[in-house]
């Protein structure tokens, strides 16, 4: 039993989670990283609404869920209608971002993942947009993933090298983008234009949509240039992380060329 409990409090740590009032309270306490805050649907106990108005004071996602989903992502089977997922490091600003830019005296290249869900999909865009040389990823707060233990892992660690930053409202931080000169270019397979006709070499934010959904109708007319990828075959889409690194190195194709 001794051994069942060791192997479920290392899993715990390993996964980022934190479960029960009393820790996510002092993790909320002490400042450190949260992605996101589970909350049991309908409870209307005071020590969960501590903890709502802590988070979202913080500026934390707060995801309300029933006890089921709950149930599932316990460990311990004691959660008491709280679960915290563990960021692996502090989230940037795109202000950090673009400073990184002008850091280097580049033209700055941005990621935009627009609600990618799967870990394993961001982190794999996290590490390509590294080796890529990109100064950034953006993400919105809700309905994507976070900077959680699997991302990092899923990244090789390019997640503590590169910058991530998370926005409440991603359509308004791309026309922030545009206002400061950058170019966004939206993935599209019915796009008429090919990445290899665009021009990549100036100032650029690459969004990727989701998968199932690609991007999000606002998202897609806030781009100001809608691109595709050539394909042949009977398929015609691509895995995220591989869209995302297609446009990273034909941006570098085209920026050492």
Known sequence: ??????????????DGVIEGRNAVIEALRTGS?????????????????????????????????????????????????????AAVREYASVEDILKAARDK?????????????????????IRTAYCAGAHGVIIPKRRSAGLTAVVAKTSAGAVSHLPVARVANLTACLKELKEEG?????????????????????????????EGEGMSRLVRETCDVLLSIPMKGELNSLNASASAAILLYEAVRQRIG
Request: proline fraction near 3%; charge should be negative.
């Open 33 to 85: 990283p949260i992605d996101k805050i589970y909350l049991a649907k309908g409870e209307t106990d005071s020590a969960l609404g501590h903890i709502a108005s802590k988070a979202k004071a913080a500026g934390i996602a707060v995801v309300d869920c029933d006890r089921r989903k709950l149930d599932s992502m316990s460990l311990t089977h004691s959660h008491q209608g709280v679960i915290a997922i």
């Open 105 to 125: 005296g580049e033209a700055p290249l941005l990621v935009v993942c627009d609600e990618l869900s799967d870990p394993h999909n961001l982190g794999a865009v």
């Open 182 to 210: 950058i170019w966004v270019y939206g993935t599209a397979a019915d796009a008429k234009q090919t990445i290899y006709q665009a021009d990549l070499r100036g100032p650029a934010a690459i969004v990727i949509g989701s």
């Open 1 to 14: 039993m001794d051994k069942q409990k060791d192997w479920k409090d290392r899993q715990q740590e390993a």
